[in-house]
């Protein structure tokens, strides 16, 4: 677990709260949108807490034996919950699971008990839990989660890292010190992307929605193919069906699907506000489409977009369920 140093548009609140880390709240919830680097901050934060010789802004040295143990990912002071957590354990011997673990379940918090009642492997040292995603805790696990909350044990750090504040417990939110990670501005993200090498930066940002980690992904997972498949769409009810599935194919269901959910998502946008915000380089051909617009069928459209998201990793006939999906889209247009 090599941890890079902090996003410049975190440094205000990393050099706030490691300034008066002495007195840091048993729990922190770390809430913002996805892809601005607030489980990155976590646990830099971690390590930062645990390390032996911060340096003078604060961050891990990185040569410590504490900074070692993280280097090697088997911190003893140091716990990660998250969905994926031993999911490969539980999951090698069914022949049924095709998702990815979405949810916290009771067992892993259940887990914490014996790492909670140990002493820190340092006489005077912290013990430190993060969580993420906080909302992806299900029913049980927040609850028993909740009454570690109400008598935390002496020395240990929760951190909960969420995408969705909503979702989580208000009685959990209550005993958490509540910290808005900030967005960074367009300006600082593509700064930050181009420092990166990411070719097409603002194409991408807009594309994440301004999320320049979510950006950084895309960049890698083919969000510029996504894009091109815009093209496509551009030609409304005239858009050739069968060339659109086999475009989409090539990216996969799950990343077809989110590109066809961005897309009508602006469409949608656009109707209503004359404004798009993940095609800005499209807004023009956006503004057209919508003059021919039939908002009842679009609407009907991205239902089945959820749907086909959902099922996006069953094993069906995709290429069937993309004509399909494409078929409907031209029937949007008047």
């Keep these: 677990m090599i941890v890079k140093k902090n996003y410049p548009w975190q440094l205000s609140i990393w050099q706030r709260l490691m300034s008066d880390k002495k007195r840091l709240p048993h729990a922190l919830l770390l809430r913002g949108q996805s892809g601005i680097g607030k489980l990155d901050f976590a646990i830099s934060l971690s390590q930062a807490l645990l390390c032996e010789q911060v340096n003078s802004t604060h961050q891990a040295c990185g040569v410590c034996p504490s900074c070692g143990w993280f280097e090697q990912d088997n911190h003893p002071d140091f716990r990660l919950i998250s969905p994926e957590q031993d999911a490969s354990k539980d999951d090698e011997n069914s022949t049924k699971s095709t998702k990815k673990r979405t949810q916290i379940v009771i067992e892993q918090i259940r887990g914490l008990s014996d790492f909670l009642s140990l002493s820190s492997h340092k006489s005077d040292g912290l ?153 800005q380089s499209h807004e023009d051909v956006v503004k057209k489409l919508i003059q021919r617009l039939n908002l009842s069928a679009l609407l009907d459209f991205q239902k089945m977009l959820g749907d086909a998201k959902k099922s996006a990793n069953h094993p069906l006939n995709n290429e069937l369920q993309l004509e399909r999906l494409f078929l409907h889209y031209t029937q949007i247009f008047k």
Excluded at 157 to 176: D, G, Y
Excluded at 228 to 242: H, M, P, R, T, Y
């Design 127 to 279: 013990r430190i839990v993060a969580i993420h995603p906080a909302e992806g805790l299900n029913a049980a696990a927040a609850n028993a989660l909740l009454k570690m909350l109400e008598e935390p044990p002496p020395n240990v750090v929760f951190i909960l890292v969420a995408h969705q504040a909503h979702k989580i417990l208000p009685t959990i939110m209550s005993r958490c010190q509540k910290i808005d990670m900030p967005v960074p501005s367009t300006e600082d993200a593509l700064a930050w992307m181009k420092q990166e090498g990411i070719q097409s930066a603002e194409v991408l940002l807009n594309y994440a929605g301004g999320s320049p980690l979510m950006a950084t992904d895309e960049a890698e997972e083919g969000a510029l193919a996504s894009i091109e498949i815009c093209k496509l769409l551009s030609s409304g009810a005239k858009s050739d069906v069968f060339q659109l599935a086999t475009a989409c194919l090539a990216l996969g269901m799950e990343n077809a699907v989110s590109a066809l959910q961005k897309w009508s998502y602006d469409l949608l946008l656009c109707h209503f506000t004359q404004k798009v915000r993940y095609h």
